[in-house]
């Protein structure tokens, strides 16, 4: 069995993604480990990796499913990663190959049909935030192609 939360930390507004667009369905898939980067994915022999994504993929499906997120037709990905602590912060989108795997979950769990252009619109990465836990938080944003009111919310995080 895979240990998951099934719910996020509580974060204020200052600490987290919270676009203040009221017309826009938002949903956030929350898991509490922290996300491997590309550089450490290089290192690894083949059989860590594909365990690695199968935990993922596996871990998301089932955070996606107890969200109940229905069937959307479009959808933005916004990837916020969450550091313990400033030891080693990686570079924005380092965290690319989890955000995959995430996605894939978010495919098998049935929000999207696959994740091509024509359903997944836009994925955005912002830049890891310190915040005294690990974790990744996918936010989902249903039926956008024009992503322009998403991403100029994304300023208003800093």
């Not at 313990?84 to 894939?104: E, M």
Request: net charge negative.
């Amino acid at each position: 069995m895979i240990g998951f939360m099934a719910t996020q930390p509580p974060l204020s507004n200052s600490d987290s993604f919270a676009p203040a667009m009221s017309n826009i369905v938002h949903y956030e898939i929350f898991d509490d480990r922290r996300p491997w980067t590309a550089n450490a994915e290089r290192t690894w022999h083949f059989h860590k990796r594909a365990d690695m994504v199968r935990q993922t993929r596996e871990r998301f499906g089932w955070l996606t499913r107890s969200k109940k997120i229905p069937l959307l037709d479009r959808i933005v990905v916004v990837a916020e990663p969450h550091l313990r602590n400033s030891r080693s912060i990686p570079d924005v989108g380092a965290c690319f190959p989890t955000v995959k795997a995430a996605i894939d979950g978010i495919v098998d769990a049935g929000v999207i049909v696959d994740d091509t252009a024509n359903h997944l619109t836009a994925l955005v990465f912002l830049p890891p935030k310190v915040c005294g836990f690990d974790g990744l938080t996918i936010h989902v944003f249903a039926g956008h192609q024009d992503i322009s009111e998403i991403l100029g919310n994304i300023g208003d995080m800093a």
